[in-house]
């Protein structure tokens, strides 16, 4: 249903009595406030004949002509304008007005006809007539935003928010009880050691003559001596002592330490198999807390915002009612991280098209905040009704580059690299490098980048992604091929860069002339599943460079200090094109290596700077 239009209703009635004002002779708010009106998106044929009827039922014969000739060439004037050049500002359409009126109030003094004035009130009605326009077509575009206000701002759910946080409470509460039920045994506790030596002593001293001297007391120093050896064995120490105190008590010792060795690797075997099952649970674990994250994150709520920011609505409505857009519909939607997204609907007046990138400038231009058209918006805005989406960009931006070298003797590198920008305001850089060379590597190391990258498009925070995937390659495991991951994850707003390391070689960070070293020790993904991801924070910013290199390049370099060598040669090279960066440090490592590859080389470099 349509909404009820305010702005029209009281346009058409201030039309229809505008010929009853008259002031020194003439009757200005006759032009003043059908242009207001032509110019604030009216009907206008319905604004012609409300101006029209209120001549002919309320003024004088002389002022129904006078005006109605001022009113007709007013319009065709104007509407010609907007026909050449798609749109008509408000202060040309207020002088030309201005202009008629005057024209063809002095034109009509000249003929001595009735309903003259002075030239100087003439000249006076123009100026009145002109800034009624400007001042009253402004203040009009605040009509739209007068509708009932509700108590709080209304907010805008993704579809079946409330069954998501749900969904997500119940996640969480099976990934309690999952980490509940995990147990973890490094050792044999006394009663699992009691029951292994009832279990030899059942296969061996059953069927032994000797079995009542040997257990008929209490105090038989046999205890003592199985539960010793069951103990060496548990703490990996030597058994021959055991083994021959053992000899002193029983005629039957190798058979009795066989049954021990069995029994043993047996409930050893299945502490093992009890461990890797309390892993699983901790793995499941991990992915139901990521599933939850994720469906609280998806229904996290967005405020629309539009009645708390009407005045800035009302300036986008006037700026782009300038240049020639009808605005149907304009809404204000605020994020959770404070981000503003700005949903138009709308069409241009004229036949001319305007381009969807000029009218983010114009939101940043009113707004303070840099706007962007989200991707794979059109390209213009035509006389055809469209909707479209601006996001608020971020204050700094990323461009990067990428230089590789191949091992000698193999086809294709093992190392692979990611570059994302995504719509969150966050830059994703991530390099892995697959243990060996050839396809095996480069398909390992390939399967690590495809996980991150899907992970942080789907909007998982990256210790959170990296848990996963670290959950998925333990499960994988084929032919303990694991892989590295150096993973930077960068905010555009506030320049704060987390570094992610797992078994990766040391970051450079170039600021001015200073080069920092982000390392962190640890194993390779995919290792085992309780692997933790430690977080390095720097601050990054504008002109700053970040280097990502796989093990090959450092390796090789033959020098005392690796990491101080290339140092000196990211600080020495002095082009800005991240591209070309990356092409100088690998040009340079290959003087280095005398131009040999003993190992893939990967560089991949992001340089920082602010829109």
């Keep these: 249903m349509k909404r009820f239009d305010l702005k029209q209703l009281l346009l058409c009635i201030a039309t229809l009595v505008s010929s009853q004002f008259e002031l020194a002779g003439v009757y200005p708010l006759i032009p003043a406030v059908f242009m207001t009106g032509f110019l604030s998106g009216v009907n206008r044929s319905l604004l012609f004949l409300c101006t029209m009827g209120g001549l002919i039922i ?5 002022v129904l002509v006078k005006y109605g000739l001022i009113v007709l060439l007013s319009a065709v004037l104007i509407r010609g304008v907007e026909w050449y050049s ?7 359409a207020a002088v030309l007005t201005a202009g008629i009126t005057v024209a063809v109030g002095i034109g009509w003094s000249s003929m001595k006809l009735p309903g003259t004035s002075a030239v100087f009130i003439r ?80 296969r061996i001293c059953a069927s032994c003559n000797q079995c009542t001297i040997c257990w008929e007391e209490n105090t038989t120093p046999m205890y003592q001596v199985l539960y010793r050896f069951l103990q060496a064995l548990q703490r990996g120490a030597d058994v021959n002592e055991s083994a021959q105190e053992l000899e002193q008590y029983c005629p039957y010792r190798d058979e009795m330490i066989e049954q021990i060795m069995l029994v043993f690797e047996k409930a050893h075997l299945n502490l093992a198999w009890y461990n890797r099952l309390q892993e699983n649970r901790d793995v499941i674990a991990q992915q139901l807390d990521a599933m939850a994250y994720i469906m609280e994150d998806c229904a996290n709520e967005e405020q629309d915002v539009t009645m708390r920011e009407g005045k800035l609505a009302a300036t986008m409505r006037y700026v782009w009612k300038e ?16 981000k503003w997204q700005i949903y138009f609907q709308g069409k241009t007046r004229g036949t001319k098209c305007i381009s969807v990138k000029e009218m983010a400038k114009i939101i940043s ?38 230089a590789k070298a191949i091992r000698d003797d193999e086809q294709v590198s093992g190392d692979n690299f990611s570059f994302q920008m995504l719509d969150n305001g966050s830059c994703i850089m991530s390099v892995s490098d697959g243990m060996g060379s050839g396809y095996a590597a480069c398909k390992e190391s390939e399967m690590v980048i495809d996980l991150i990258e899907k992970f942080m498009e789907a909007g998982f925070l990256p210790d959170t992604a990296l848990r996963m995937m670290n959950s998925a ?13 150096d993973l930077m994850r960068l905010d555009l707003d506030s320049g704060m860069a987390e570094f992610y390391k797992i078994g990766s070689a040391v970051t450079f960070i170039r600021h001015g002339d200073e080069v ?27 002109s700053d460079f970040v280097v990502m290199v796989t093990d090959g390049v450092l390796e090789h370099l033959h020098v005392e200090n690796a990491n101080q060598a290339m140092k000196e040669i990211i600080r020495t090279i002095t082009t ?36």
């Design 58 to 62: 309320l003024a004088p014969v002389t």
């Design 86 to 92: 798609g749109y008509c500002r408000t202060v040309p």
């Design 123 to 202: 000249i006076c009605e123009g100026i009145l007539v002109c800034g009624f326009i400007y001042v009253v077509t402004k203040l009009l575009a605040l009509i739209p935003e007068w509708e009932p206000r509700s108590a709080g701002e209304l907010p805008v759910y993704v579809p079946g928010g409330q069954r998501l946080n749900e969904y997500a409470e119940s996640f969480e509460k099976l990934s309690k009880t999952f980490r509940q039920m995990n147990r973890y045994k490094e050792d044999f506790t006394a009663e699992e050691l009691g029951r292994m030596q009832t279990e030899v002593t059942g």
């Design 323 to 338: 240049r020639g857009i009808t605005v149907e519909q304009l809404h204000i939607l605020e994020n959770s991280h404070g």
């Design 365 to 402: 231009s009113v707004s303070g905040r840099i706007f962007k058209p989200v991707k794979d918006s059109k390209a213009l805005l035509g006389a055809k009704s469209m909707s479209l989406l601006f996001c608020e960009s971020c204050r700094l931006t990323a461009y990067y580059g990428v």
């Design 473 to 485: 390659m333990v499960t994988h495991g084929e032919n303990n091929l694991f892989s590295t991951v």
């Design 516 to 542: 920092r070293v982000v390392e962190q020790n640890s194993l390779p993904v995919g290792v085992f599943a309780g692997q933790k991801v430690p977080k390095i924070t720097q601050k990054l910013e504008n």
């Design 576 to 611: 800005n094109n991240p591209a070309q960066f990356a092409r100088e440090i690998l040009d340079q490592v290959l003087l280095f290596t005398g131009g040999r590859v003993r190992d893939d080389m990967t560089i991949l470099t992001a340089g920082i700077w602010e829109r």
